[in-house]
């Protein structure tokens, strides 16, 4: 009789510690465009990073002067950006990602200008 009771508490347990697994959020789609709006070639480095350690996604771009732009995706759940210009200029920026309407996606954007000097966006996110 015991022997029965054990076994339903432990498979029950199994069970629920199982299912609570599958209710992780999903992650989000990251949705990058670095843009170059100078006249100079630029090299520009991007971390995403989630808590104080973990980097979801780093990606490196070598744009040409005059409006040159690039687009790059990924899925996972960051909290802030890093851009590093040249190796020298660097910007930071914390964001909640929250997909835009009807969608999963989440487009952040980097750009660089004589004018505005390094500059990162999100939009539908805080």
Request: glycine share 8%.
């Amino acid at each position: 009789m015991r022997r029965r009771a054990l076994l339903s508490t432990v498979a029950c347990g199994s069970t629920a510690l199982l299912t609570g697994c599958n209710f992780r959020s999903p992650d989000t789609e990251i949705d990058i465009t670095a843009r170059n709006d100078s006249s100079r070639a630029i090299t520009l480095d991007l971390f995403f990073k989630r808590g104080t350690d973990e980097t979801v996604y780093s990606t490196h771009y070598e744009l040409d002067s005059g409006k040159a732009d690039e687009s790059k995706q990924f899925t996972g759940q960051p909290d802030r950006v890093y851009a590093i210009l040249d190796e020298s200029e660097v910007a930071v920026k914390r964001f909640v990602p929250t997909p835009c309407s009807g969608t999963n996606t989440v487009p952040v954007g980097v750009s660089y200008g004589e004018q505005h000097g390094l500059h990162i966006g999100t939009a539908c996110s805080q």
